[in-house]
């Protein structure tokens, strides 16, 4: 049994590793070195990674690879994507070249709003409330100004603050519906800091004013906090081209390749089983991009699949149709996404990351990730209906299971040309491995 302990927070790193090798690694110092080894030598560097969060003993590595030849409403990116999983990247940078000579891929962000919540209980009339409401809301704004000069500065700040009746679904329970736009900056504190003080306001204000019984006084904050879930700060992706710039194959002629695909999207619009392995397709490249240009990718995810619900069946964030021999595919989806503040001037990944996409605002990060998102999901359908998903996923597997066998250098050589014509598969890795070294 792993005994309590008080106060872990204040050992050194040191400490903390030489507790977790007593009590969970039988004092191994091979976990010891494990730890160490991704510790970086430069100790300033290491330092800023120690202080993201707390606790930290070491760094988790994962891969920070690139998909070139993205071709975005006629400007050429390469985009970043921190992400372990293989093919993802490869997809990325397929579906890329694939649009690059079919007019690239267009974007357009529809909406930027952000929206927080102040939950609260007031048990009383609810004429009163409102009127209290409509005498309460200018005060509200104004004992926000120190927090949102800034913000507004920078052409942001509250939108609007909206009195809601929840008594039909909890008893005494109402909020404030508060909308932000909150420009370059992904907005969680901005919008947080205005939301704690419009409940403190709220409070206040109740407490003395005169039409209110004591009951009615006594109005109860239960919390304030921004909503991920942001269905109107919305972008679309899109890319379209003639039926007859579409693969063209034995199997399939372009026409059927389009119905086919088309019927595939179908699909994970009315079966959600369908439709949730569809969206995790997606995230695969969205939650890169997220994740290398320093972003919440949990508020993105969280957002993302509440919007892909918002019809009350769960189903595909993209949609595809022919119209007059034109293939049309497009995505839309909430983007909450900063190009400032968080981690954006601090982590030096993140900081070359967006210098690798020029540098953009929040607006145009969100074109850039949707993009990638959406050619995620083209990489993978058309895998699907195609080949399957096996055959390419399995190809970039190869290398883990390699690794996982310690292959050196020559034995990679050897099976990765003797995969190239082979179908891959873990048994017949090791078979082949086997065979090489007897
Ligand atoms: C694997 O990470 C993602 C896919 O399953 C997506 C899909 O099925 O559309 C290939």
New binding site residues.
Partial sequence: MIPPISGFSKLSKVEKIQWLAEHHFHNSNATIDVLKTYWNSDEKLQQLHDEFTENTVSNYYLPFGVAPNFIINGSRYTIPMAIE?SSVVAAASKAAKFWENRGGFKAEVISTTKIGQVHFNYNGAIDKLKSFFKAVKPKLIEASQNITKNMEKRGGGIIDIQLIDKTTDLEHYYQLHCSFETVDAMGANFINSCLEQFASTLKNEAAIYPEFSDEEKDLEIMMSILSNYVPDCIVKAEVSCPIKDLPNTTELSSLQYAQKFVRAIKIAQIEPYRAV??N??IM?GIDAVVLATGNDFRAIEAGAHAYAAKNGIYASLTHASIENDVFHFYIELPLALGTVGGLTTLHPLVKLALQMLQSPNAKELMKITAVAGLAQ?FA??NS?ITTG?QQGHMKMHLMNILNQFQATPTEKENLVSYFKTNPVSHSEVVTQLEKLRS
């Fill in positions: 999983e392995t569809h995790k397709g695969n999901n993978a359908v699907l998903i």
